[in-house]
């Protein structure tokens, strides 16, 4: 190869240098940034691609300690969570509250920046995201696109120097276009989800490979990356129910909660299955006839696209209320309220006929491409 052709070869590369920048609060934020990394693979396979946790101990042991707070706050204090969130919501508050994360977080950023040069740097955090946009007002070298993984607009998300947003729904950009932002950095695109989603086997097959009793309806339940959302007590109140179900349990990284559902499973009159954290996640829903979770952002967007129909309930305050008014507004979800009872919901749910409208009504969410549609907008001659 001549010197020129290397020299080249050598800037189409250094012009695809892509961070991902997310954080394992969760594993939502985190399940996006994957997505996004398999397909910016698949369609720049010449490009260097990586995906750092920016709230790992590795990246700074401060922001470590913040993580571990936020997730103390919410086994503990969740009403303390909400009224932070409804705070930092306000236009002001939104500002400080970004700003004071910010600063924090900047040196830790300008360390990542400097290792890894790259030419674009994508957020699936506000976090990062926060911290990313005040560095690129010092060095605006670097494009820096973010992907709100919520079905609702918070001003936390909302930074000065982001060039490219990428957002759930239609009202959100239009809630951005009379805040001012620029036309042309907002793009609807959905939230990102696993490229597993599109290859799932069918109904049929995936039912008879876990063994799942012919005829029985299953009933999928999980609660995030994290175990939360009282799983324990729900599989406890599906016993009551007499039909006999397959219950389909998901503990996450949460090993308590998975030997204790093992230990149930001994002595329920239901098909009980348990698995910890797993990326067999699609193939569980395809077999499912209903989900119940926390109305976590991704876990809502794979059922939407998979047409699976949700029962919502212990959302975290906040962010996750949203995304169950969201559900709940476009008939794909029921959400369970504080008291009231969660067997005769799922009871009624059964017997009421209502699965197949809530399917179609997922399925209308769903957005299967929208990884591909974050790619094809940021590298549109690829």
Not at 134 to 149: G, Y
Not at 215 to 233: F, N, V
Request: glycine share 8%; aromatic share 6%.
């Amino acid at each position: 190869m001549s010197a020129k052709g290397a020299d080249m070869e050598q800037k189409t590369k250094a012009a695809k240098r892509i961070l991902i920048l997310t954080a394992s609060i969760g594993s939502g934020h985190t399940k996006a940034a994957e997505a996004i990394a398999t397909e910016l693979r698949r369609a720049l396979p010449g490009a260097e691609i990586t995906t750092v946790d920016f709230m790992a101990r590795r990246i700074s042991f401060l922001h470590a300690l913040m993580k571990k707070a936020y997730l103390v706050m919410l086994d503990f204090v969740p009403n303390l969570y909400d009224v932070f969130y409804k705070l930092s919501g306000g236009k002001a508050g939104g500002k400080a509250t970004q700003g004071a994360f910010a600063r924090v977080m900047a040196p830790a950023m300008r360390r990542l920046l400097r290792r890894y040069a790259p030419n674009l740097v994508l957020c699936t955090h506000p976090f990062p995201e926060g911290a990313a946009a005040l560095v690129k007002r010092e060095d605006p070298s670097f494009t820096l696109a973010t992907v709100m993984t919520d079905y609702s607009l918070h001003s936390i998300w909302l930074c000065p120097h982001v060039d490219h947003y990428f957002m759930a729904t239609e009202a959100m950009r239009e809630e951005m276009r009379a805040r001012g932002f620029a036309e042309a950095s907002l793009h609807v695109t959905g939230i990102p989800v696993a490229q597993a989603l599109a290859v799932v086997p069918d109904y049929a097959s995936v039912r008879h490979a876990m063994a799942i009793e012919q005829g029985q309806r299953a009933i999928l339940l999980m609660g995030g990356g994290l175990g939360l959302g009282g799983i324990e007590e729900t599989v406890e109140a599906l016993e009551s129910i007499p039909e006999r179900l397959a219950l389909l349990v998901v503990a996450g990284r949460n090993e308590a909660l998975k030997e204790r559902v093992q230990d149930f499973a001994d002595r329920s009159h239901h098909q009980v299955f348990v698995w910890g954290y797993t990326d067999r996640v699609p193939v569980l829903m395809r077999a499912a006839n209903l989900l119940i979770t926390k109305p976590g952002a991704l876990t809502m967007s794979e059922a939407f696209v998979l047409g699976l129909p949700m029962l919502l309930h212990d959302p975290i305050p906040g962010p996750e209320t949203e995304n169950a008014v969201y559900a709940t507004r476009h008939r794909a979800a029921v959400w369970l309220h504080p008291g009231e009872d969660l067997a005769a919901a799922v009871r009624s749910l059964l017997a009421g006929g209502s699965l197949p409208a809530m399917a179609n009504a997922a399925q209308r969410c769903g957005r299967a491409g929208a990884a591909s549609a974050i790619v094809r907008t940021l590298f549109p001659y690829e």
